[in-house]
C-alpha cells in the first residue's frame, strides 16, 4: 500500500478480527472530500484492508501451514501511515490487517470490502505480498486490490502485471505528495488496534518515522537517494508510542530511526539547527512520560564527524536515547570499490577509524555494515575488505558487525533497469517464480539470481560468511545469513564455509546444524531461516 516518500477508540472491529457482515456486499463509503481534489485517483476507496503481509520467513501462506505467530513483529508504520492519509481525505474506512499477528485465512467475509491494500516494504517482501494477492485473488476480484511500497515502485507495469496480475499498483507519491503528508499523525489508527496486539509491537523494536531522503546515490541503495532530507512528524508519534506504553505498563521502548544518513544535516549546505531540534524532541518526549528510550539510526561516518565536532549535538544525541550508529563501511578496503559503488567517500577509511574511536570515547555502538560481493569485487578486494572489517572489529571493542552479500539488481535501486540485467536469466527467473524474490533479502547468501556464475557464488559466501563467523565468536555481531532458495545448494559454498555456517546456525537451530551439507541446505532452507533471528 502506498506510504508516504521514503513513513479516539473506535467501534470498528478489532484488526486481526473482521465481523461478518449479512448479505451482500455494502455499497462503498461515500467519500467525504474536504476540498475538490483531494484525494488522489486510482488509490483503495470505501470499506479497506490495509494488510501488512507475513515475514519472509515466516510466510505460512506460502506453502498453506500452520499459523505461528511472528517471534519478532514490528508495528506496521507504512500502512498505518496510508491509511490515515486515506481516512483524512474521506476516502476510506481503513482497517489494519497484520499477517504477523493473525491468519488472513481466517477472515470470514473478505467480499465484504470493497478494496485491498497490500504493502511491500523491499525487494524480499515482494514473495509474500504476492502470497497475499493471490489468497485475495481466490475470493475477490483482483481489481480491487492495490499494491504500493518501496518494493514494487519501480518495476515497469508489465514487470508488475506479471507478478501481480489485474492488481493495481498505487504509487507512494499518491498519497506522500499530498499537502501535510509528512506531518500526519498515527493516533487515530493506533488507537483501534487490540491492547494484546499494541503490547506486542512495543514490547519489539518500533519503527520511529524520522526522515526520509538522501543526497548520496549508491548504486545497489533501493530507498529514496539523490533527494534532500525531509522530517516527519516525530514528536507526535513518538508521544503516542509512550503514551501506549505507560498505559500499558511498558516502562522501555527500543526504536529504530528512519534516516538514511542520520546527520547529513551536519553535511555543507544542511541545517544543522533543524536535526538539533528533532533530537531536543525525542529527548523531551522520553522525560515527560518518563519513558526509557534505546535508538539506532543509519549514518555516513564523514556526516557523523562533522555533527560530532559540536558537543552541544553529541549531548543531545545520548540524552535522546542513541547508543547505536551503523556505518556503511562499503568500500573502504578500496578506492576503486567506492567510486564503482559512487559513494562520493575516498577517504571512507580514515573517516571510520575517527568515527570509530569518538564512539567508543563515549560508549557508544558502532555497527560495521558492510556489503560484499559487488560486481567489482574479486578475490584481492574480498580478502582486503575481510582484513578491515576484523580489524574495526578487534581495533573497537564496542563495535558491531552486519555483513551482507551484494545483491545488485533489486527494484528501485540503479542497477535494475540496465540492459544487460533487464531480460537476462536472473530477471527472468523473477518473473516466472515470484518466491525467488526472497533471495534478494540482504541477509540471504549469494545465490544463483544475484551472483549467476558459481565460482563467484562460492568466493562471495566464504568471505561473507567467514566475516560473520568471526563477529559470531566475538559475540559482536548482528546479522544473520539466511539460505536461499537454489536449485543446487552444493552451488552455495565451500565445505569450509559449511563448516563455519554450521558453527553460527549451531547457537540458533543446534538440532539442526549438525544434519547440514553442501547438498541439502535448500531442504532445511524454511526451518533455518525461521529460526535465525532477524537482522535488527
Same mark, same amino acid.
Given at each position: ?38 484525494? *488522489?485517483?486510482?488509490?483503495? $476507496?470505501? =470499506? ?5 503481509? @507475513?515475514?519472509?520467513? +515466516?510466510?505460512? #501462506? ?102 501481480? *496480475?489485474?492488481?493495481?499498483? $498505487?504509487? =507512494? ?5 499530498? @499537502?501535510?503528508?509528512? +506531518?500526519?499523525? #498515527? ?350
Amino acid at each position: 500500500m502506498p506510504t508516504p516518500p521514503e513513513p479516539q477508540p473506535s467501534a470498528s472491529p478489532a484488526p486481526g478480527r473482521p465481523t461478518r457482515r449479512a448479505g451482500r456486499r455494502p455499497a462503498p463509503v461515500p467519500l467525504r472530500l474536504a476540498t475538490p481534489g483531494a484525494v *488522489p485517483t486510482d488509490v483503495p $476507496t470505501g =470499506r479497506t484492508l490495509m494488510i501488512q503481509p @507475513p515475514y519472509v520467513h +515466516d510466510n505460512y #501462506l506460502a506453502e498453506d501451514t500452520a499459523f505461528v505467530t511472528d517471534r519478532q513483529p514490528f508495528l506496521p508504520v507504512a500502512p498505518l501511515y496510508a491509511a490515515e492519509l486515506l481516512q483524512s481525505r474521506g476516502a476510506a474506512e481503513p482497517e489494519l490487517f497484520d499477517c504477523q499477528l493473525h491468519d488472513l485465512r481466517e477472515v470470514p467475509d473478505l467480499d465484504a470490502y470493497d478494496s485491498f491494500g497490500i504493502s511491500v516494504m523491499g525487494a524480499q517482501n515482494i514473495t509474500p505480498a504476492v502470497h497475499v494477492f493471490r489468497h485475495l485473488a481466490r475470493h475477490v476480484d483482483p481489481a480491487r486490490v492495490h499494491v504500493g511500497g518501496q518494493g514494487v515502485e519501480r518495476l515497469l507495469p508489465e514487470e508488475f502485471q506479471r507478478l501481480f *496480475p489485474a492488481a493495481r499498483k $498505487t504509487e =507512494r507519491q499518491a498519497l506522500a505528495g499530498l @499537502p501535510g503528508a509528512m +506531518d500526519a499523525t #498515527l493516533d487515530r489508527q493506533v488507537d483501534r488496534l487490540t491492547d494484546d496486539d499494541l503490547r506486542v509491537y512495543l514490547s519489539n523494536e518500533l519503527t520511529l518515522p524520522f526522515s526520509q531522503g538522501c543526497l548520496f546515490g549508491c548504486s545497489f541503495c533501493g530507498a529514496q537517494i539523490q533527494r534532500r532530507e525531509t522530517f516527519f512528524n516525530t514528536r507526535a508519534v513518538l508521544d503516542l508510542y509512550c503514551r501506549h506504553a505507560v498505559r500499558l505498563g511498558i516502562s522501555s521502548l527500543e526504536l529504530y530511526c528512519t534516516s538514511l544518513d542520520f546527520f547529513q544535516q551536519a553535511l555543507p549546505g544542511g541545517d544543522l539547527a533543524l536535526l538539533t531540534r528533532h533530537l531536543a524532541d525525542v529527548a523531551d518526549v522520553s522525560r515527560e512520560h518518563g519513558v526509557t528510550l534505546t535508538l539506532h539510526a543509519l549514518t555516513r561516518a564523514d556526516s557523523y564527524n562533522a555533527a560530532m565536532a559540536s558537543d552541544h549535538v553529541r549531548e543531545l544525541v545520548q540524552a535522546a536515547g542513541f547508543n547505536r550508529f551503523g556505518f556503511g563501511a562499503d568500500g573502504a578496503a578500496s578506492v576503486s570499490l567506492l567510486r564503482a559503488m559512487r559513494k562520493h567517500a575516498d577517504g571512507l577509511r580514515s573517516d571510520l577509524l575517527r568515527a570509530f574511536q569518538h564512539m567508543e570515547e563515549h560508549a557508544m555502538v558502532p555497527e560495521i555494515l558492510y556489503v560484499f560481493g559487488i560486481p567489482e569485487d574479486n578475490e584481492e578486494t574480498l580478502a582486503e575488505t575481510r582484513e578491515l572489517c576484523g580489524m574495526l572489529l578487534e581495533t573497537f571493542p564496542h563495535s558491531e558487525y552486519r555483513g551482507f552479500p551484494a545483491k545488485n539488481e533489486i527494484p528501485g535501486n540503479a542497477n535494475w533497469n540496465r540492459p544487460g540485467w533487464r531480460g537476462s536469466p536472473g530477471h527472468t527467473a523473477l518473473l516466472e517464480r515470484p518466491d525467488l524474490f526472497l533471495n534478494l533479502g540482504f541477509e540471504t547468501l549469494a545465490n544463483e539470481i544475484s551472483h549467476a556464475d558459481p565460482e563467484r557464488r562460492r568466493m562471495v559466501n566464504h568471505y561473507a560468511v567467514d566475516m560473520s563467523h568471526h563477529a559470531h565468536r566475538l559475540g559482536r555481531v548482528r546479522s544473520y545469513l539466511t539460505v536461499p532458495l537454489a536449485d543446487d545448494s552444493a552451488a552455495l559454498m565451500d565445505d569450509v564455509t559449511l563448516e563455519r555456517f554450521r558453527d553460527i546456525v549451531g547457537h540458533y537451530a543446534p538440532r539442526l546444524a549438525p544434519e547440514l551439507r553442501r547438498d541439502n541446505l535448500t531442504a532445511y532452507r524454511a526451518r533455518l531461516n525461521s529460526a535465525i533471528p532477524k537482522d535488527s
